[in-house]
């Protein structure tokens, strides 16, 4: 009787540990810090059954939006303003490590400064052009 005991107790105990019974979700992002207000996050499970991306503002996910998700993949997240961002991935049966994305985008006075640049450089090409067009018609004259 105590032999039937220990083998349901060593069998119970192996499918409880056993790598093919506990699905891992591993949750990574490509960065740490977005100064654009887009990211990608990518997760691999073992689970083969769909997944909710959980995203929160608070480090304790106490209001959350969730997204459902495929087992396997990757997913680009845009549009977001400046702030810490966290996120996990969960199942029925568990929940993943927790990314954290900072959101620190340019200074204003920077995007200005590559729009008036550009906008110079624009205006220097049209000149050039314009003096070659007219220098080439007064050559033909």
Request: hydrophobic letters at 45%.
């Amino acid at each position: 009787m105590q032999t039937r005991v220990c083998t349901v107790s060593w069998l119970v105990f192996l499918l409880t540990v056993s790598s093919s019974c506990i699905a891992e979700i591993r949750l990574s992002s490509d960065s740490d810090i977005s100064p654009e207000g887009y990211f990608v996050l990518s997760w691999q499970s073992d689970a083969g059954r769909p997944l909710t991306l959980e995203q929160s503002q608070t480090e304790t996910f106490n209001d959350i939006k969730t997204y459902i998700l495929p087992a396997e993949g990757s997913i680009t997240l845009t549009g977001f303003v400046d702030g810490n961002y966290f996120f996990r991935i969960s199942s029925d049966v568990e929940i993943s490590n927790t990314v954290e994305v900072l959101v620190s985008h340019h200074a204003l006075s920077r995007a200005f400064s590559f729009f008036f640049l550009g906008l110079l450089l624009f205006f220097i090409l049209l000149t050039a052009i314009f003096i070659g067009h007219s220098r080439v018609g007064l050559q033909n004259d």
